[in-house]
């Protein structure tokens, strides 16, 4: 199995540019996420779904957008980037939907730089 | 909504040593408290994880306590080794909430 699989690895972007960060999981996992993760804020919850047309808001879901059309995939958008959102963006999936008392898988992550 | 804090955020230890990471958490009805180890360039990976109706787990080096009363888990790494060498992460979550939060991190150092 791949597991998760984000792409790119790395983005460069100007301001006011937008951009699809991709992640798709093998596992038929219900529930995918994704984090930003800054230097000394940990990782910070952006948006999740917990299945296929469900998707939720998490702790900083301001300037993001998400869908999730498969259970495979979880994209997530950028419509106009700022300064303010370069940082490393993770994308994790769990099989179960709501019970959280399962581990979490992380992709590789994505460097996003935006200029 | 919960609130994690986690201590240090920076550690550096000689190999051999054992190393100590502390986290709290605010919500009481938080009853699962995994620990992540993020290595350079890669995502997190789940080394162990502890439920609110345990109070110790061990996996040969690294160990977690729970203490339900004063909601704090700590992390404990015995006879380090240069690879143990990361940044490691506490969380803690209640169940069905379907969403887990996360401490600051660690960067564990060390040093041969």
């Known amino acids: 199995n791949a597991g998760v699989t984000q792409t790119p690895k790395f983005q460069v972007l100007k301001t006011g540019q937008s951009m699809t960060l991709q992640c798709a999981q093998d596992?038929?996992?219900?529930?995918m996420s994704w984090y930003r993760q800054d230097p000394g804020m940990g990782l910070r919850l952006i948006h999740y779904s917990v299945g296929a047309g469900i998707t939720d808001q998490g702790e900083v879901p301001n300037g993001y957008n998400v869908s999730r059309s498969t259970t495979e995939d979880f994209p997530l958008r950028l419509l106009s980037a700022a300064p303010s959102q370069t940082s490393v963006y993770f994308c994790?999936?769990?099989?179960?939907?709501?019970?959280?008392?399962?581990?979490?898988?992380f992709g590789s992550g994505t460097q996003l730089s935006v200029l | 909504g919960e609130n994690v804090e986690q201590h240090p955020s920076t550690l550096s230890v000689q190999e051999g040593d054992s190393a100590v990471i502390k986290c709290t958490y605010s919500?009481?009805?938080?009853?699962?408290f995994p620990w992540y180890k993020q290595e350079l360039g890669k995502g997190p990976q789940l080394i162990i994880d502890i439920r609110s109706n345990v109070g110790e787990k061990k996996d040969q080096r690294i160990a977690v306590t729970l203490n339900k009363t004063a909601k704090h888990f700590s992390l404990h790494i015995t006879e380090t080794q240069p690879e143990d060498s990361a940044v490691y992460f506490c969380?803690?979550?209640?169940?069905?909430?379907?969403?887990?939060?996360f401490g600051d991190g660690t960067t564990l150092t060390v040093k041969p």
């Open positions: 919500d009481s009805a938080s009853n699962y």
């Open positions: 994790a999936s769990r099989k179960d939907r709501i019970e959280t008392n399962e581990k979490l898988f």
């Open positions: 596992m038929n996992h219900e529930y």
């Open positions: 969380a803690a979550s209640i169940t069905n909430a379907g969403k887990s939060t």
